[in-house]
T-cell receptor, first 108, second 115 residues
């Protein structure tokens, strides 16, 4: 399975933008880039996913490098409710392999 | 959005007993569901893929006779932990695959504690 590399932790202030990086240098042409987040003692929550083009939805934006070897999840205005573990995952045929993720701390 | 429920949300049982966990897709049909396990301060580990009407596919190292999976309908998959032991204590999470987006929606999880 293709792997991703994320920073262990990041911090942000409330109402500021947050850019969460992810490296996936061994990505294959059919791998989709997915982002999920998980709050303590809860199941993960889908955030966004994409293949080649940048994607936007009501939760976040996903910026994908032209060579697809890296991507960035952008939270435009962080809130306290965005504090969670964020997982960047390469999905192959619908199967997700979770790494350790990035723990995002949001300060009031 | 798609909603997935799990029941029970937590369970405590004695060593040697079997525990069944249900995973339901509430407002959509799911031909494929997944079962994960998560130990404290660790990431999710995929245990098996459950396809409606067929046998589950287990990941390497997961004992299929210990973790019985049944996906008898398009909205329900069950995981039975047979002869549970304290090392099976964990957070069990299911998800349902949603088409055509090909994303997964996760249940809230079931915390199993085996005494």
């Amino acid at each position: 399975d293709a792997k991703t590399t994320q920073p262990n932790s990041m911090e942000s202030n409330e109402e500021e933008p947050v850019h969460l990086p992810c490296n996936h240098s061994t990505i294959s042409g059919t791998d989709y880039i997915h982002w999920y987040r998980q709050l303590p003692s809860q199941g993960p929550e889908y955030v966004i996913h994409g293949l080649t083009s940048n994607v936007n939805n009501r939760m976040a934006s996903l910026a994908i490098a032209e060579d697809r070897k890296s991507s960035t999840l952008i939270l435009h205005r962080a809130t306290l409710r965005d504090a969670a573990v964020y997982y960047c995952i390469l999905a192959s045929y619908g199967k997700l392999t979770f790494g350790q993720g990035t723990i995002l701390t949001v300060h009031p | 959005g798609a909603v997935v429920s799990q029941h029970p949300s937590w369970v405590i049982c004695k060593s040697g007993t079997s525990v069944k966990i249900e995973c339901r897709s509430l407002d959509f049909q799911a031909t494929t569901m997944f079962w994960y396990r998560q130990f404290p301060k660790q990431s999710l580990m995929l245990m098996a893929t459950s396809n409606e009407g067929s046998k589950a596919t287990y990941e390497q190292g997961v004992e299929k006779d210990k973790f019985l999976i049944n996906h008898a309908s398009l909205t329900l998959s069950t995981l039975t932990v047979t002869s549970a032991h304290p090392e099976d204590s964990s957070f069990y999470i299911c998800s349902a695959r949603v088409f055509p987006q090909d994303t997964q929606y996760f249940g809230p999880g079931t915390r199993l504690t085996v005494l």
